[in-house]
């Protein structure tokens, strides 16, 4: 039933739009800084948080997030792991396969000098 009611709130304004597209910027900007006022009033409410916008950003700053903190570790040893394994196998393939494209060529251009 909510979901109807925000799907026939867009039609109609989008409906508005086309014929008023000013007015319709305006109240869609009026109804945005309401529901953030009233967001930003709510949160500061209930976590005491000193900046005006971290409601925005999710949790209150200084909070643990641990998964954050694991997945920056995991970036950071992928980012120093010194194994170059990868990089020197993916080189050495592509040196084979110059190599084995370079011999075909010999080989058929003594093909061709022969007769």
């Excluded at 009611?5 to 800084?33: D, E, K, R, T, V």
Aim: hydrophobic share 40%; charged share 20%.
């Amino acid at each position: 039933m909510k979901g109807l009611f925000y799907l026939a709130l867009i039609i109609g304004f989008i409906m508005f739009y086309q014929q008023n597209p000013l007015y319709a910027i305006i109240i869609i900007g009026i109804f945005f800084g309401i529901f953030i006022y009233f967001k930003a009033r709510k949160y500061r409410n209930t976590n005491n948080s000193n900046s005006k916008f971290s409601f925005l950003f999710g949790k209150p700053i200084g909070s643990p997030n641990n998964n954050a903190n694991f997945l920056f570790y995991l970036l950071l040893t992928q980012m120093f792991d010194n194994s170059e394994t990868g990089i020197e196998d993916y080189d050495n393939n592509y040196r084979k396969k110059v190599q084995n494209i370079e011999d075909k060529k010999q080989e058929m251009l003594k093909l061709l000098t022969e007769k």
